[in-house]
T-cell receptor
Framework: KTQVEQSPQSLVVRQGENCVLQ??????????LRWFKQDTGKGLVSLTV?????DKTSNGRYSATLDKDAKHSTLHITATLLDDTATYIC?????????????FGAGTQLIVIP | DMKVTQMPRYLIKRMGENVLLECGQD?????MYWYRQDPGLGLQLIYI???????SEGDIPKGYRVSRKKREHFSLILDSAKTNQTSVYFC?????????????FGSGTRLTVL
């Protein structure tokens, strides 16, 4: 059973618009949650890491929230650019060390159009 | 510039042939990973290596083996490739500093088994 569910599966927005990507998970324990950006044909690049029970992070136009009680995270992208076109992947770590497992979502494909 | 390099980028093999996928990192990271990515699924862990000759099975190790004789190199071997091993394979390495762990991914190897 998939332990990390992302929604929507795909999303099309116009350049300049804001968007919100969702991640729900059932991983236990949930030590931390990461958001990655994957450009087509490329590897994953880390955007942010959330650790606390109720956490918020900000990285330029990207901001993220985590609520461990609800097992839910959001990734907000403000004023989208064409270069934001990519797949965004939510990953939950079940321990704080390399011995822990990372549980990957299937990703949300974001397409930004002019 | 911290980097994980995968070779080759694209590979086509016939069923039953042996396959060698290579991964290198220039950061002296102890921990390295091999994942595969299939459409509609999250990345799945094949093997994890904690250091030279210290390898552990991931979630889907069947049909694969690994080799890590130097800290900077981690190879994935498919003895007698099968068509269901057609996938995109990602190598990653991780570095821990205090409570923070950073992951670096390679650009992937797209393997097609005919």
């Amino acid at each position: 059973k998939t332990q990390v569910e992302q929604s929507p599966q795909s999303l099309v927005v116009r350049q300049g618009e804001n968007c919100v990507l969702q991640c729900n998970y059932s991983v236990t324990p949930d030590n931390h949650l990461r958001w990655f950006k994957q450009d087509t044909g490329k590897g994953l690049v880390s955007l942010t890491v959330l650790v606390d029970q109720k956490d918020k992070t900000s990285n330029g136009r990207y901001s993220a929230t985590l609520d461990k009680d609800a097992k839910h995270s959001t990734l907000h992208i403000t004023a989208t650019l064409l270069d934001d076109t990519a797949t965004y992947i939510c990953v939950v770590g079940d321990r704080g060390s390399a011995l822990g497992r990372l549980h990957f979502g299937a990703g949300t494909q974001l397409i930004v159009i002019p | 510039d911290m980097k994980v390099t995968q070779m080759p980028r694209y590979l086509i093999k016939r069923m039953g042939e042996n396959v060698l996928l290579e991964c290198g990192q220039d950061m002296s990271h102890e921990t390295m990973y091999w994942y595969r990515q299939d459409p509609g699924l999250g990345l799945q862990l094949i093997y994890i290596s904690y250091d030279v000759d210290s390898n552990s099975e991931g979630d889907i190790p069947k049909g694969y083996r690994v080799s890590r004789k130097k800290r900077e190199h981690f190879s994935l071997i498919l003895d007698s490739a099968k068509t269901n091993q057609t996938s995109v394979y990602f190598c990653a390495s991780s570095f821990r500093q205090g409570s923070a762990e950073t992951l670096y991914f390679g650009s992937g190897t797209r393997l097609t088994v005919l």
